[in-house]
Each structure stands twice: as C-alpha cells, then as structure tokens.
C-alpha cells in the first residue's frame, strides 16, 4: 500500500520526541557529514539536511536565523553558512543521500 497524501513518518514518537530526535540528527548530519540511522530517519532527517543546505546558500541573516532556530550549535551554523554558498554553488537540490549499509544488528531489517 502506497501512502500517499501523508505528509511526513511519524517514526512512532511524539511530536516533541520526534522534532528533538530529527533536530539533532540534522545537526550530526551537517556536523560529520554521514550518519548511521535506520532507513526512516534517515529518508526523513533527509529533508531537514537539505532545508538547511538551502538557507545556508542563500546566506542572508533571516536564513541564519531559522538555521540557528534548528540546529543545535551555533559554531556549526557559522561554518555551515561560509563553506555551503561555494561547496553546492553548482547544484540546486539533493544535497544528501541515503545509503543502505547492512542489514541491522538484532530483526535483520
């Protein structure tokens, strides 16, 4: 069954949870550069990595401050903002990827 019209996974949290759970994977993501999640988050922190990519490129001081308003550390916001405007100068969209590595340790899913 394909669910369409359904806006985001609710990743079986609550509201509160689930925004501090992509916050902060959003935040490793942008920090590292990869991280290590199941497919669910990952497609769905896929989104908010990609949000802030684009208001890093824009650079204006409203998108710095809706960027700190997500991410958790503001040094990170900083850098973000300086390194985004030439490393994706190129490309317009689909800034992340999501990766199946192997198969999780535990249900094999």
Do not use: C
Not at 36 to 45: C, F, G, I, L, N
């Amino acid at each position: 069954m394909i669910s369409h019209r359904k806006g985001f996974r609710k990743l079986s949290l609550p509201a509160d949870q689930r925004k501090a759970l992509l916050r902060s994977l959003t935040t490793e993501t942008i920090r590292h550069g990869r991280i290590t999640t199941t497919q669910a988050r990952a497609k769905e922190v896929r989104k908010h990595v990609d949000k802030m990519i684009q208001l890093a490129k824009r650079g204006d001081l409203h998108a710095r401050r809706q960027a700190m308003a997500w991410i958790y550390d503001k040094q990170l916001v900083h850098a973000m903002f300086e390194q985004a405007a030439t490393r994706y100068a190129d490309r317009d969209g689909g800034y992340t990827r999501v990766v199946r590595t192997m198969p999780r340790s535990g249900d094999n899913s």
